[in-house]
């Protein structure tokens, strides 16, 4: 039987995991009772387990037959704080939600365990199975590359993969292309110091809430008319906030948005920019801003030849039809990108709409409290990430 054939053969108990880790999702670096789900799910492989001491991950390590190099796959674990609202029989109801479909991800990489577990002995290599808390703004993957990840099996890996879900992409469609496939982002925190005063006489104050304003508006201008449109700047502020009542000057206000890129470049051209910009205006205003601007990820940059090998295999084992190269990256980011900047790999998408869907584009995306992700893909991704393992390591 292929591999393909013995996840499908998996699919019950697969589902079965995969909605157990739906009902309680936890968030952020600390996953104590996801960790034990996933400990149970690889109970009686031949695995060398670890478990993270920072945060609740599981490095296992599968060694081959043969000798040979190492490959690492990687699932994350974490929800996101969003109550759920998609109709389903095993929905969360702690508040959580697995909306951006973790618990797939984890599920499918403990599928792959037990696929090539069985398979272990025609292996020329080993493989490191890296299930990671924290994507979501915890920077899990830099958490656990600095407890070791990278060489759990005693040597680093000569390639690394991982596999995302998308609610509103066509049901069993894999996506990927070279190069930046995610953009960086960056938090910016921007808090307006002024003078309060009675709204009746603003001349006696120092109005924060103008200035603010203006900054807003004028950081789309900078995108426009100081970088190239071929390297894209995104900036999107999400919250803005000042005062108290109608007729009072507050002393401050704040905004924070969220800024993509996609090359390093660009990113520390705008760090450098919003705070010389952000400046000039509040001193234009005889005010005075505190401008914070953090980075978060880097830009996610799939290897060429990973790339065109994991299309290649999805095309072998899933048919031609299967396959989609994105034209462009998509804008959100992705903490995997710090794996990808360590070892050559790639990073593909697998659309997990509901099969039949007729316009799947437009169902609730990733995040939503709506998003809901098809049990019938799971075998899918278990037998890609054992296909990509095996025959990376027999090349």
């Not at 990687?74 to 109801?93: H, I, Q, Y």
């Not at 880097?298 to 084992?317: K, S, Y």
């Not at 995997?336 to 659309?351: E, H, K, Q, T, Y």
């Not at 409290?369 to 027999?394: C, N, S």
Request: charge should be negative; proline fraction near 7%.
């Amino acid at each position: 039987m292929s591999l393909h054939d013995d996840a499908l053969a998996l699919a019950p108990d697969l589902i079965r995991l995969r909605h157990d880790l739906h009902r309680v999702p936890e968030l952020g670096l600390h996953l104590p009772r996801t960790q034990e789900r996933v400990l149970e799910a690889l109970d009686g492989l031949p695995l060398e387990v670890s478990q993270g001491s920072a945060l609740s991950s599981v490095t296992a390590v599968l060694r081959g037959g043969r000798p040979g190099p190492v490959v690492l796959l990687r699932g994350d674990m974490d929800g996101l704080p969003v109550v759920e609202k998609a109709p389903l029989p095993f929905a969360a109801g702690n508040g959580a939600m697995h909306a951006c479909g973790h618990d797939l991800h984890t599920t499918m990489l403990a599928g792959a365990a037990h696929l090539l577990a069985a398979r272990r002995e025609q292996l020329h290599g080993d493989v490191v199975f890296m299930f990671q808390p924290g994507e979501e703004g915890w920077d899990g993957a830099g958490a656990m590359l600095a407890e070791g990840v990278l060489d759990a099996a005693g040597r680093r890996p000569v390639a690394a993969y991982a596999l995302h879900v998308a609610s509103s992409m066509p049901h069993g469609e894999f996506s990927s292309r070279r190069g930046p496939i995610l953009a960086a982002s960056a938090a910016l925190d921007v808090t307006v110091h002024g003078a309060g005063g009675h709204g009746s006489a603003p001349h006696r104050a120092k109005d924060p809430i103008p200035a603010a304003c203006e900054m807003v508006t004028a950081l789309q201008t900078m995108v426009t008319r100081r970088f190239d449109v071929f390297d894209p700047v995104v900036i999107t502020v999400g919250l803005l906030e000042a005062g108290t009542q109608r007729n009072i000057i507050p002393e401050t206000a704040r905004f924070e948005a969220t800024v993509r890129t996609f090359s390093a470049e660009a990113q520390a051209k705008v760090a450098d920019t919003v705070v010389e910009l952000i400046g000039a205006i509040a001193t234009a205003h005889g005010l005075r801003a505190e401008v914070e601007f953090l980075p978060g990820y880097p830009v996610t940059v799939t290897d060429g030849a990973e790339t065109d090998f994991l299309a290649d295999t999805v095309r072998e084992v899933f048919g031609e039809e299967r396959y989609r190269s994105m034209a462009n990256p998509m804008t959100g980011a992705e903490d995997f990108s710090r794996v990808l900047d360590a070892v050559p790999g790639s990073f593909v998408w697998l659309g997990a709409a509901p099969k039949g869907a007729a316009d799947p584009e437009n169902l609730p995306l990733n995040h939503s409290p709506y998003a809901e992700f098809d049990d019938a893909v799971l075998a899918d991704g278990a037998a890609l990430y054992a296909e990509l393992a095996t025959r990376r390591l027999t090349a």
